[in-house]
């Protein structure tokens, strides 16, 4: 568990705490004066012209403050990290009490967990205990991207809407959950010149009936058949192998407007959904599925 890379800055640092300590001790020593029961005599110190110092003796308590926080500060080290490389007798450690915290906070849901592992995704979604759960995740793990309410952002696919871009079935969500998944959209922005670029589109935003020039997606349309079909299909339906967004509908992930589907075009797109799958383990995907799947597939899921 040692920073240090080689000894010479652990014992550079047990000298150090040691020799302050001792310093410490060797101040309060040097500084003891004597109380008498004489006369106090003036230390000789004059300021604003009539403030003068008397030789007194620090307060006893005082002193005996200084002592008890050295004697705290041996102690401490003997007992906790701090000098240098030595862990301290009780052995601990901020990584040891963490991991010591999430095992105790694991034991405890594991049952939850286990029960729930052992019911198919239709039925987990069904229970409203596994949805909180299952949302609790949701927020802590995937949220930052696809927005607290599943309804995700440009470039980040709305888990609400019934629209999927790899499949809603929950073995496609779950397969997406813990392998992740990379959209490939190639770029054409050297492939196609201005021209094809343009009618391609027109052509594209023809299919949901977005506003077009018509002789442009005419055009656009044996483009697309020799670049674009074989991945969003011939009708542009998509497809859900690799991840090719159905382009006939309303919903966009990246925007329908001519400028954003022509920066799509020029560009190309590539969406990362980082897997999760060794990050949570299968028992909280399987609840992650569940709570994915019942935000469109049902009615009490999504709310
Ligand atoms: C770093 C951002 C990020 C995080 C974190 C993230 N996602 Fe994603 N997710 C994406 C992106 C981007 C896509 C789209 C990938 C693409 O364009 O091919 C996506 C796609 C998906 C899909 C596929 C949607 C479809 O239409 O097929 C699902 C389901 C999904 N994410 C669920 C989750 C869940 C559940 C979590 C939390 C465990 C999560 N995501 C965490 C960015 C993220
Ligand atoms: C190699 C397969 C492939 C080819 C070829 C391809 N695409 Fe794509 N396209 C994709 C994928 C995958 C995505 C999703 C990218 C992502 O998730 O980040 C996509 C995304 C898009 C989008 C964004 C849709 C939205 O909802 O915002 C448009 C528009 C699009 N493609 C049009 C085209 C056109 C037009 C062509 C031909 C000039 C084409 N694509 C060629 C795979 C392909």
């Not at 995740?137 to 790899?166: E, I, V």
């Not at 018509?214 to 497809?239: I, L, P, S, Y």
Request: charged share 15%.
């Amino acid at each position: 568990m040692s920073d240090f890379i080689n000894n010479f800055w652990n014992m550079y640092v047990v000298v150090l705490v040691i020799a302050s300590l001792l310093f410490c001790a060797f101040i309060i020593m040097s500084n003891k004066a004597a109380r008498s029961s004489g006369p106090v005599e003036l230390h000789g110190h004059q300021w604003d012209e009539t403030l003068a110092e008397w030789n007194n003796p620090l307060p006893r308590w005082w002193v005996w403050l200084f002592w008890i926080t050295i004697v705290f500060a041996v102690v401490y080290l003997a007992a906790y990290p701090g000098l240098g490389n030595f862990g301290g007798k009780l052995a601990w450690s901020s990584t040891g009490a963490y991991d010591k915290e999430v095992k105790d906070a694991e034991a405890k849901v594991a049952p939850l967990f286990e029960r729930y592992a052992g019911m198919d995704v239709q039925q987990v979604a069904a229970d409203p205990e596994a949805r909180a759960m299952g949302q609790r995740l949701f927020l802590n793990n995937c949220a930052q991207c696809h927005g607290t309410d599943a309804r995700g952002s440009r470039g980040f696919p709305n888990l609400t809407d019934g629209d999927w871009l790899y499949g809603g079935t929950p073995e496609a969500i779950k397969t997406t959950l813990v392998n992740g998944r990379n959209g490939a959209m190639p770029a054409f922005g050297t492939t196609l010149d201005g021209e094809q670029l343009r009618d391609v589109v027109h052509y594209v935003r023809s299919l949901s009936g977005l506003t077009t020039d018509n002789v442009r997606v005419q055009r656009g349309k044996a483009t697309f058949a020799a670049n674009c079909a074989a991945c969003h299909g011939a009708d542009g339906k998509g497809n859900q192998m690799v991840g090719a967004p159905n382009l006939t509908d309303a919903t966009w992930l990246y925007g329908s407007t001519e400028a954003l589907v022509t920066q799509t075009l020029q560009k190309g797109r590539n969406g990362h959904m980082p897997a999760h799958g060794e990050l949570l383990g299968d028992k909280k995907i399987h609840l992650l599925t569940a709570y994915v799947w019942g935000l469109s597939n049902n009615a009490a899921g999504a709310k």
